[in-house]
């Protein structure tokens, strides 16, 4: 991938997304996992129907399966039994059948009436209470989708639900793309672990736990630099090992413009950067390259702030969707709603904002309030929010208006 040159200023929010999502290459190759093991893995390939589903007509409630046409005043004998797990029978003509949920409907019968509708005699014949229909309680075979209908297609993320349906077509093993491998830096003079003494000037590492649980949430692998001083040559060193060793590099901090921000001069030097700067509060500070490793693909490289509010931000709205996009996932649209504004404030000069809320339910409507402090570093806020309300820049909030409001849950 060749280096564009920098963007001049501040690039919108959406055109930044946008071209992430469209430089993210998806990693190559496949391997064959074993359903159990396939959960957050992305198919590799589209997946065919083996069977028609359901495979045979069958019974969607316990009761009994009858032709309707020999439905009488009399009733009708129970002549036949069939559980779930028995193969496919014929229903002898003037009887009926005892059925039970998921059992193939014997041929013959055109319906199914449920047990709870049903009075047996004194000589065992069975008497319908109301209307019985044709088809009534019959799955049909093939209703849901026949043999060489497409299922899933490449791209599809395994959850629960896709797992079951793969099982539920007999299918063991699935094919899927490699882990992406995610070198994470964290960058700072002053950073110490959680665990170390704490001294004043000293800040602890939250980035690194929150990024580290945000990849692996996403099904990266990890390749954990730790952390790197703010010095060029240890920049230098830990570039190179992270372009060595993983598919896609992330940072944070030190990618400011102050002096002791080195990591979009080294990202330059190594690489070259794609733009720097996004007009959003918070993550302003976001850069993204390539670290060239003499291929003719270089290693992305995502520079996310150091403040961990803004990491936090940084990651959602731009760096998840290209890890995404690597990973060979379908990205799509951010998910937003209009929510009514339940505090005021000033709007952010040339900025779009993302203000952390939470989502009060008032007389059955959603009502979004501030989760706490809106500073890139409170990371209190963060941690209480439902999602943000997404301010345009230099809008005010109005209490009692609406706004976009995007839920945190889509960006798990
Ligand atoms: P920087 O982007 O390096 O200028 O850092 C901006 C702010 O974020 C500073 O207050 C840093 O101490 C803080 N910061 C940077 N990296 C981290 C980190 N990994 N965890 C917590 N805070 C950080
Ligand atoms: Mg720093």
Redesign the pocket.
């Known amino acids: 991938m060749s280096c564009a040159t920098l963007a001049k200023g501040l690039l919108d929010l959406d055109v930044a997304r946008a071209r992430m999502i469209a430089a993210a290459e998806p990693v190559r190759g496949e391997e064959l996992v074993a359903l159990e093991r396939a959960v957050g893995r992305v198919l590799a390939r589209d997946v065919t129907a083996r069977l028609d589903m359901p495979g045979v007509d069958n019974s969607a409630m316990d009761g009994y399966a009858l032709r309707l046409a020999e439905l009488s005043d009399a009733g009708l004998p129970v002549v036949l039994r069939v559980p779930a797990g028995a193969g496919v029978t014929s229903l002898p003509e003037g009887g009926c059948a005892r059925i039970f949920t998921g059992a193939p409907v014997p041929e013959g019968a055109d319906c199914v009436v449920p047990q709870e509708r049903v009075r047996l005699d004194e000589a065992g014949c069975m008497h319908v209470a109301g209307e019985a229909k044709p088809g009534a309680n019959i799955r049909r075979r093939g209703e849901e989708y026949r043999e060489g209908d497409t299922l899933l297609t490449a791209g599809w993320t395994l959850d629960s639900a896709a797992l079951a349906l793969l099982a539920s077509q007999g299918i063991a093993e699935v094919p899927v793309l490699p882990r992406l491998k995610v070198a994470l830096i964290?960058?700072?003079d002053?950073?110490i672990e959680p665990g170390a003494t704490f001294a004043p000037g000293l800040?602890?590492?939250?980035?690194?736990v929150m990024l580290q649980a945000l990849l692996e949430q996403a099904d990266c692998e990890v390749l954990d630099l730790g952390i790197i001083a703010d010095d060029p040559d240890a920049l230098r060193e830990a570039f190179a090992t992270a372009r060595d060793g993983a598919d896609l590099v992330v940072c944070?901090?030190?990618?400011?413009v102050?002096e002791?921000?080195h990591v979009r001069p080294v990202l330059d030097e190594l690489g070259g950067l794609w733009f720097h700067g996004v007009a959003m509060k918070p993550g302003k500070?976001f850069a993204f390259g390539y670290l060239d490793d003499g291929s003719p693909e270089g290693v992305p490289l995502l520079g996310l702030?150091?403040?961990?509010v803004a990491s936090l931000v940084g990651w959602h709205l731009l760096a998840r969707p290209f890890v995404q996009g690597c990973q060979g996932r379908t990205v799509g649209p951010l998910q937003q709603y209009r929510v009514r504004a339940g505090f005021s404030r000033r709007g952010s000069p040339g900025r779009r904002e993302l203000l952390r809320v939470t989502l009060d339910w008032q007389g059955g409507h959603p009502v979004a309030l501030l989760a706490g402090g809106q500073g890139s570093?409170m990371l209190h806020a963060a941690s209480q929010a439902h999602g943000y309300l997404m301010m345009a820049a230099d809008t005010d909030v109005e209490e009692g208006r609406e706004y976009p409001y995007l839920p945190a849950g889509q960006f798990g």
Request: no cysteine.
């Open positions: 964290s960058t700072g002053e950073l800040v602890y590492n939250s980035n690194r944070t901090g030190g990618v400011s102050g002791e921000d500070p702030p150091g403040n961990p570093h």
